[in-house]
T-cell receptor, first 112, second 114 residues
Framework: GNSVTQMEGPVTLSEEAFLTINCTYT??????LFWYVQYPGEGLQLLLK?????DKGSNKGFEATYRKETTSFHLEKGSVQVSDSAVYFC???????????FGKGTTLSVSS | NAGVTQTPKFQVLKTGQSMTLQCAQD?????MSWYRQDPGMGLRLIHY???????DQGEVPNGYNVSRSTTEDFPLRLLSAAPSQTSVYFC?????????????FGQGTRLTVV
């Protein structure tokens, strides 16, 4: 079946460090892929998305590339800030389905 | 533009009580869904709807009912609350069921069952 696996957290970084959060998926067909972010006490917000292979989604300095050959959608940022501290969720929407399927989330904590 | 509105934000129930979590969206979205978020489990789909009058079960539907009488509203009913239903509940909506469309989330309802 369709699933999403992302790296376990928490991830603790110093300000200006490089961030990678790994995400891999299993799917029948070619799903759309998403990264959502949840700040403390809030709901989920879309961070970026990619709808086909080799697409790169980007927003607020974050990037992720849809890699069909490795079934991955890793999230990266070159220089994190304290304000990036949040929980990050990788998700897929299957080509033939309707519901988003989420990974378990990765907590990022950035200190100054 | 309010987006997706959930009420209440917090709720404490006693075991066996029933209640309804409200969800409303003003974006004319066809697709709506309910998720629960538990530590270490991510978000799990409870029920979803692809339009008024149409609902279906998700991954964890037991103990919950839904209905969709209008495009705007998608309430979630807990029939007889149990401590295992202590969780944070999120409602989401999207324009269509196409794979490329993003979901918009409400702020969540934090439910505690004692």
């Amino acid at each position: 079946g369709n699933s999403v696996t992302q790296m376990e957290g928490p991830v603790t970084l110093s300000e200006e460090a490089f961030l990678t959060i790994n995400c891999t998926y299993t799917a029948t067909g070619y799903p759309s892929l998403f990264w959502y972010v949840q700040y403390p006490g809030e709901g989920l917000q879309l961070l970026l998305k990619a709808t086909k292979a080799d697409d790169k989604g980007s927003n607020k300095g974050f990037e992720a590339t849809y890699r069909k050959e490795t079934t991955s959608f890793h999230l990266e940022k070159g220089s994190v800030q304290v304000s990036d501290s949040a929980v990050y969720f990788c998700a897929q929407r299957p080509a033939a389905g309707t519901a988003l399927i989420f990974g378990k989330g990765t907590t990022l904590s950035v200190s100054s | 533009n309010a987006g997706v509105t959930q009420t209440p934000k917090f709720q404490v129930l006693k075991t066996g009580q029933s209640m309804t979590l409200q969800c409303a969206q003003d974006m004319n979205h066809e697709y709506m869904s309910w998720y629960r978020q538990d530590p270490g489990m991510g978000l799990r789909l409870i029920h979803y709807s692809v339009g008024a009058g149409i609902t279906d079960q998700g991954e964890v539907p037991n103990g919950y009912n839904v209905s969709r009488s209008t495009t705007e509203d998608f309430p979630l009913r807990l029939l007889s609350a149990a401590p295992s239903q202590t969780s944070v509940y999120f409602c989401a909506s999207s324009y269509s069921e196409g794979s490329y469309t993003e979901a918009f989330f409400g702020q969540g309802t934090r439910l505690t069952v004692v």
